[in-house]
């Protein structure tokens, strides 16, 4: 099984509400990843997970909380967010981050997020 | 800021022309990938070439690396409707502070 799976496709949610986006994979892979994307521009880093730990928190701000509860999960929870953080939201995994390891990222399809 | 540049932004060709996409980036590298995401979709990692390789390929993909002009070109050859999409290089740096940097993106539109 070489998939990332992501749910929910599509999400549209009002600034005070609650939700999360989840994301699976069962690869073995030990780092996850999200990515925000906003149209015609490249993905950007939010948040990495090595074995489980949160390794890298681009500045992300607070209304945002990743959790990873094992291995082959990685959540995002959302709140209180802007018409502006609007985009597609991307989880990917890999093997690891180990130094000079070959580290392609399998990439989900996507969370589409509107916030009204 | 972005590590890698794509140009051009827009490419379109016609279907069995050849497509030659380039990235420059500004920092020393571990590797550097190429992906490619379809309208509104995830990515999909095509190649990665290390910064010790000059050359690679991969079915109708070729890659090459110029560490000393910092830059890659991503070559498709006898391009198909299909290959219709974003195409994005992205750089690592190493070590334990992990990070991929994607580049802006070329988009590439082949007419049948």
């Known amino acids: 099984d070489t998939e990332v799976t992501q749910t929910p496709k599509h999400l549209v949610m009002g600034m005070t509400n609650k939700k999360s986006l989840k994301c699976e994979q069962h690869?073995?892979?030990?780092?996850m990843y999200w990515y925000k994307q906003k149209a015609k521009k490249p993905p950007e880093l939010m948040f990495v997970?090595?074995?489980?730990?949160?390794?890298i928190n681009e500045s992300v701000p607070s209304r945002f909380s990743p959790e990873c509860p094992n291995s082959s999960l990685l959540n995002l929870h959302l709140h209180a967010l802007q018409p502006e953080d609007s985009a597609l939201y991307l989880c990917?995994?890999?093997?690891?981050?180990?130094?000079?390891?070959?580290?392609?990222?399998?990439f989900g399809p996507g969370t589409r997020l509107t916030v009204l | 800021s972005q590590q890698g540049e794509e140009d051009p932004q827009a490419l379109s060709i016609q279907e069995g022309e050849n497509a030659t996409m380039n990235c420059s980036y500004k920092?020393?590298?571990?590797?550097l990938q190429w992906y490619r995401q379809n309208s509104g979709r995830g990515l999909v990692h095509l190649i990665l070439?290390?910064?010790?390789?000059r050359e690679k390929h991969s079915g109708r993909l070729r890659v090459t690396l110029d560490t000393s002009k910092k830059s890659s070109s991503l070559l498709i050859t006898a391009s198909r409707a299909a290959d219709t999409a974003s195409y994005f290089c992205?750089?690592?740096?190493?070590?334990?502070?992990?990070?991929?940097?994607f580049g802006k993106g070329t988009l590439l539109t082949v007419n049948p």
């Open positions: 990917a995994s890999s093997q690891g981050l180990a130094v000079s390891s070959y580290n392609e990222q399998f």
């Open positions: 690869m073995g892979h030990r780092a």
């Open positions: 997970y090595s074995y489980e730990k949160l390794s």
């Open positions: 920092t020393s590298i571990n590797n």
């Open positions: 070439i290390r910064s010790n390789e």
């Open positions: 992205a750089t690592d740096r190493g070590g334990s502070n992990y990070k991929l940097t």
